[in-house]
């Protein structure tokens, strides 16, 4: 099993990345929150890796943080998520607003991930409940439970101004990586000040 690369971007999109190992070129499939965390190309990256074994293939799975990593395993044990729909939930949620979506049964957090329905959202609840406590958070994130209370609000009423969550969603965590003492106002104003620049 292949659990962790080190080697050089020779080329990156926000779903695939091509690194050279020692001359060997491995394609890994990523997520968007490794690919917001990855450096330029031509530059050394390491990431964690999961490789997984079919008749007709071998994909490789990379993730920036083991956090990430561990998150990718408990939700390939889920009935119905396979690990394509596993990287599309880590692109659309961080591991921490995750846990807290599964711990506080919030199923419209869930849903709002693209690729999630609401069967699938309640199944991840009910299965993930008592396994996501063992997936530790690096702190390296700096965004503490209230920040998320916080920004899943700001978030809200962006969307509800009729701006695309995607969009809202990114704008709003690197306002709070930059300043994660923003109140919720300053939050949504600075993100409307970023959205309409």
Request: charged letters at 20%.
């Given at each position: ?106 199923i419209s957090?869930?849903?709002?991930i693209p ?49 695309n969550q ?32």
């Amino acid at each position: 099993m292949i659990g962790y690369l080190t080697g050089k971007i020779i080329s990156k999109k926000p779903t695939q990345v091509l690194l050279d190992v020692n001359g060997v070129g491995y394609i890994v499939n990523i997520s968007v929150n490794t690919f917001d965390k990855l450096t330029e190309e031509n530059s050394t990256t390491s990431l964690y890796t999961y490789l997984s074994v079919r008749e007709d293939a071998l994909t490789l799975y990379g993730f920036y943080t083991s956090s990430e990593k561990e998150l990718f395993e408990i939700l390939i044990s889920v009935n119905g998520v396979g690990p394509k729909l596993a990287l599309g939930i880590l692109s659309g949620i961080n591991v921490d607003e995750f846990k807290n979506a599964v711990t506080n049964n919030n199923i419209s957090r869930l849903v709002a991930i693209p690729g999630i329905g609401k069967k699938t959202a309640e199944r991840m609840i009910v299965e993930l409940r008592d396994k996501i406590n063992k997936v530790i958070v690096e702190s390296s994130s700096g965004l503490s439970g209230t920040t998320f209370t916080i920004k899943d609000d700001a978030v809200a009423a962006l969307i509800g101004l009729g701006y695309n969550q995607k969009t809202a969603e990114l704008t709003t965590r690197k306002l709070l990586e930059q300043n994660p003492s923003l109140s919720i106002e300053d939050l949504i104003k600075e993100s409307l000040k970023k959205l309409n620049s």
